[in-house]
């Protein structure tokens, strides 16, 4: 960093300060770095692709005046993003916009990159195209993919996996999970570690459907040979969503014939899956029953603790921050799956810095509302209703029956417990809403889960887990 750029980037804040609120001026300017000055052109350093993008689409005008008065009216603007944070023994990796104007090794990796993709079996010059041909992003790490009780398994056998590949008995991996719940983030995880790691092994990563087409292409144009000799050179092959297979038939003979080469000469296979091998439909039984050599392992739904990591991991990766008690709303309410939460937590961000306003809490309610429909962000006796019943394994009905079977009764209790702390009905109208009961069968309800909390310790401790989440929402 040079002092002539600092002295001019903190004359651009100057003017941006007056143009910006408070808030979207910590949020988008103070974490921005100047870079270099080159001539009348000002290089800053964003951290991240995202960043960059918010600044062009809702600053421009601002930055561009705030360079004009600065620098004069030639002076123009360059960003450096860092793409790739880098480690100990690699620098981070940098690009530069507008692309192509300042950075001749991006604008040839472009080049590369498109060339690679015209001529996707073409192996003469592998050395060099290893990075391109792998199809691997590489923001899927193993720091990046945050461990929980949901994918330990997945994830400590996929970094067995990755240290030595083709030589573990996990061969094939196959992770399977529902949709959003980080199989391709995991898979190409261990794909950017082996292809960073010591030895030259080539990766490849495919998806199942990019395969189909490609072996279809093949037969069309009389080429396939050289689609599955470009696949028996594979060192690591990962194939991802192998349920798009399905009913395939021809694709998974070929495949079939892949898959025996490769695992014959110690080559590593990593699949995914959207469901268990049991449950896929419409695969060969011998391909099936050729999964079961290796390793199946599961992602399920992070935990609470789990998607309060993943928010904060991704928060500090885009160089933006938010305030907890709207981490924890979004843990809380998004219990759908992984990718839905990144999607919730960028149009918050999105719609804070679009309206000038800040990150707060009934920001994110008023978003949650917009996004997921019939999302009930109030604690109402329904909600609560739904809450017990599902937490006891009961019925809502059962909640306003008549019956008196003793585990309906506690969770009748528990729910008017929580009716009476959560919202601002009477006794009267809370009785009323569980069929019809008399506020003093409310009374009676709160006075017995107090003394049972005092009694008994995992009743307290359940009451205490389920509590949480009405205090979230009603925070
Ligand atoms: P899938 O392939 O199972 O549909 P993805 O791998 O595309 O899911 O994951 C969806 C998004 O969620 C990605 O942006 C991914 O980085 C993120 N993600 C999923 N699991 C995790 C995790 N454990 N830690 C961090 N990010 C995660
Ligand atoms: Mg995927």
Not at 100 to 114: C, D, H, I, M, R
Not at 420 to 435: A, D, M, P, Q, R
Request: charged share 25%; glycine share 6%.
């Amino acid at each position: 960093m040079n002092s002539e750029a600092i002295a001019i980037w903190t004359e651009c804040l100057r003017v941006i300060e007056k143009h910006v609120n408070e808030q979207s001026f910590s949020t988008w300017f103070k974490p921005i770095q100047p870079a270099r000055i080159d001539g009348s052109v000002l290089t800053i350093q964003v951290p991240s692709q995202f960043f960059y993008e918010w600044l062009e689409d809702n600053y421009v005008d601002v930055l561009k005046l705030a360079i004009k008065t600065v620098i004069g009216a030639n002076g123009r603007l360059e960003y450096a993003v860092v793409v790739d944070k880098g480690n100990s023994n690699n620098q981070p990796y940098m690009v530069s916009y507008p692309q192509g104007v300042s950075n001749p090794a991006a604008k040839k990796k472009k080049e590369t990159l498109a060339a690679a993709a015209h001529s996707p079996f073409d192996l003469s010059s592998l050395d060099e195209q290893t990075t391109l041909q792998s199809n691997l992003s590489s923001s899927y790490t193993f720091n990046s993919f945050i461990e929980g009780d949901c994918n330990r398994l997945a994830r400590s056998a996929g970094f067995a996996v990755a240290n030595k590949p083709g030589i573990t008995s996990f061969n094939p991996l196959m992770v399977y999970g529902g949709v959003g719940l980080g199989k391709t983030h995991l898979v190409q995880a261990i794909g950017n570690e082996i292809k960073n790691g010591p030895e030259d092994k080539f990766v490849l990563y495919v998806s199942s459907e990019k395969f189909v087409n490609q072996f279809m292409d093949g037969i069309k144009d009389g080429n396939i040979k050289s689609f599955t000799n470009f696949y028996m050179q594979v060192d690591v092959l990962i194939i991802d969503d192998i349920q798009f297979l399905a009913g395939k038939g021809r694709t998974q003979e070929m495949f079939f014939h892949i898959f025996n080469h490769l695992h014959q000469n110690k080559r590593q296979i990593i699949m995914t899956s959207d469901c268990s091998p049991k449950d896929l439909m419409g695969l060969e039984e011998r391909l099936l029953s050729r999964f079961k050599w290796g390793l199946t392992a599961d992602l399920q739904m992070p935990d609470f603790e789990t998607r309060i990591a993943i928010i904060r991991k991704k928060m500090q990766s885009e160089g933006i921050h938010i305030p907890n008690n709207v981490i924890e709303y979004l843990a809380y309410t998004v219990d759908t799956n992984v990718r839905e939460l990144e999607g919730v937590l960028i149009s918050l961000i999105a719609h804070a810095s679009l309206n000038r306003v800040e990150i707060s809490l009934d920001l994110a309610k008023s978003i949650m509302k917009n996004i997921v429909k019939d999302i009930e962000t109030e604690v109402s006796i329904e909600y609560i209703q739904k809450s017990c019943a599902e937490f006891y394994g009961i019925k809502v009905e059962d909640l306003k029956a008549k019956t008196r079977k003793k585990e309906i009764v506690i969770a009748r209790q528990v729910a008017m417990y929580f009716s009476k702390e959560f919202t601002n009905h009477s006794l009267k109208s809370i009785g009323y809403h569980f069929g019809g009961r008399d506020h003093s069968t409310v009374i009676h309800a709160v006075q017995s889960v107090n003394d049972l909390m005092e009694t008994d310790t995992s009743f307290r401790n359940a009451v205490q887990e389920q509590k949480k989440q009405f205090k979230i929402r009603s925070y």
